[in-house]
């Protein structure tokens, strides 16, 4: 009781306003990092730039999350003005995840104004930025996939008496080449070179796969040799850009030719599973299942062993061309170099058989994989339980769920199959089946996808258990 009562005592304190648990002796005046800043930030509204240094606490990434929550509501431009400001101190960083949260929080991608506004606000209040400062704005526009704004922030950092460096102009030429405008973003590259600045591996990777992107080979290969010129050597992310570029717009011989000069570098150049596996699947989009076979055997004579993705490409391209039994002799060669497992190529064939409507052909494999204690994996399994449910057998996909549920050391199955079979089960009218999955999703918290969430409820409903119904609706709803 005594706990209970000190736990609500806390909860109510952290509602009061900073000055009366200040003023208040018994409340606790110890503030966490973010009610630190974010008071400051409510204190001193103009300039935060300028006075939240002064405000002592750790800076880190729960931090930061918190004080962006809170700010997001009502006070977008001041959460986005300390996200900048924090990412500029010299003992923090921001994560990925963090840009992508502000931009969700601040609604970038919809209201890129507020960008702009931001820095309009630093040339009124006359705010003491750095190139770092624009560079962290330059970032939140590379989340957002601002290209436009980006290049107006870029040409901006002169009226700040700011000059640009090379990681601003490689986030900007980088959204010109996602957006597909090369000649705008060949027209900064070049523009970097009038004041100084120098190309680095990464703008000549992004400008080599932007040319690729969009077909323009020659001027990929072009900047491939200016770049070898300029001292700034190819490693093989770029022969493997190049590769790829070749491998889609140009010709399998010169992609092959390529590969071979690859294959004779040594150290950074040589070809890697990455180079190997974008040239097989080259080959098999294009039905040449014969050539990727050969560039599988190549890839093992230069000691490179093939990854899952590389057998799954493979498995794929023999069930297109239903040499099914090609495909089995392929995986037992391929585990037996001991890179890759049976229980994962077999699972990638069973996804391939069903991805080219041979449902029979993947059932049988599916069940002899648990007979022998062979694991599939949960997108074998949920691919297979989809298709057995779109053709009506929605009774053989739950006790294939079953199965799969009570082999140990399993993935769980993707959320969207738990939905799927759940609302076919209750069509059906399989109330005993239906409730007892209902019951698993409720102890593993695993919420109703909208499309089946009032249909299934009906039907539960009709069953008499008002419990799982309550339960399912309350995941349900808190998840809105």
């Not at 059906?428 to 249909?455: C, N, W």
Request: charged share 25%; proline share 2%.
């Amino acid at each position: 009781m005594l706990i209970c009562k000190s736990m609500a005592f806390s909860s109510v304190s952290r509602l009061l306003p900073y000055s009366i648990r200040h003023k208040n002796p018994n409340f606790s005046t110890a503030l966490s990092p973010a009610e630190k800043y974010y008071t400051h930030l409510q204190k001193y509204g103009d300039n935060i730039e300028k006075t939240l240094p002064a405000v002592r606490a750790k800076l880190d990434s729960s931090c930061v999350n918190e004080v962006l929550n809170r700010c997001s509501l009502t006070q977008s431009q001041l959460g986005l003005r300390f996200f900048i400001w924090a990412g500029v101190q010299s003992y923090y960083r921001h994560s990925s995840y963090l840009y992508s949260k502000a931009c969700e929080l601040f609604r970038i991608n919809q209201n890129p104004r507020a960008i702009i506004d931001v820095i309009e606000v630093y040339r009124v209040e006359g705010t003491v930025v750095s190139v770092k400062t624009f560079n962290v704005v330059l970032h939140l526009c590379r989340e957002a996939k601002l290209a436009d704004e980006a290049l107006w922030i870029l040409k901006k950092m002169a009226e700040f008496n700011i000059r640009a460096d090379t990681v601003a102009y490689n986030s900007v030429i980088r959204l010109f080449c996602e957006k597909g405008d090369m000649d705008l973003a060949a027209g900064l590259m070049k523009e970097m070179g009038l004041i100084d600045l120098y190309p680095n591996m990464i703008t000549y990777v992004t400008m080599i796969k932007g040319f690729c992107n969009v077909g323009r080979l020659e001027d990929a290969c072009k900047l491939f040799k200016v770049m070898k010129g300029h001292g700034c050597s190819p490693n093989v992310v770029v022969y493997t850009v190049i590769l790829d570029g070749v491998c889609r717009f140009g010709s399998l011989e010169r992609a092959l030719e390529l590969l071979g000069e690859m294959e004779k570098e040594s150290g950074d150049c040589s070809p890697n599973v990455v180079t190997y596996t974008s040239m097989i699947q080259s080959c098999c989009e294009k039905g040449k299942l014969m050539e990727a076979l050969e560039i599988l055997d190549r890839m093992r004579a230069c000691g490179c062993a093939p990854n899952r993705v590389t057998v799954s490409i493979l498995l794929k391209g023999f069930c297109a061309e239903g040499r099914v039994e090609e495909a089995f002799k392929l995986i037992d060669k391929v585990v037996a170099g001991g890179n890759v497992s049976y229980g994962e190529c077999y699972s990638s064939l069973v996804a391939s058989l069903v991805g080219n409507k041979n449902l029979q052909e993947a059932e049988k494999l599916f069940r002899r994989m648990l007979a022998n204690a062979v694991k599939p994996d949960g997108l074998a399994c949920g691919t297979l339980i989809k298709a057995l449910c779109l053709e009506g057998r929605v009774l053989d996909g739950f006790h294939l769920f079953d199965e799969f549920e009570n082999m140990e050391g399993l993935s769980y199955l993707d959320s969207d199959i738990y939905s799927i079979l759940l609302v076919g089960l209750s069509q059906k009218r399989h109330s005993v089946e239906a409730v007892k999955l209902a019951r698993l999703m409720v102890d593993r918290g695993i919420q109703l996808k909208t499309p089946y969430f009032d249909s299934i409820v009906e039907h539960l409903k009709e069953s008499g258990d008002k419990e799982i119904v309550m339960y399912l609706s309350r995941i349900f709803f808190d998840r809105q």
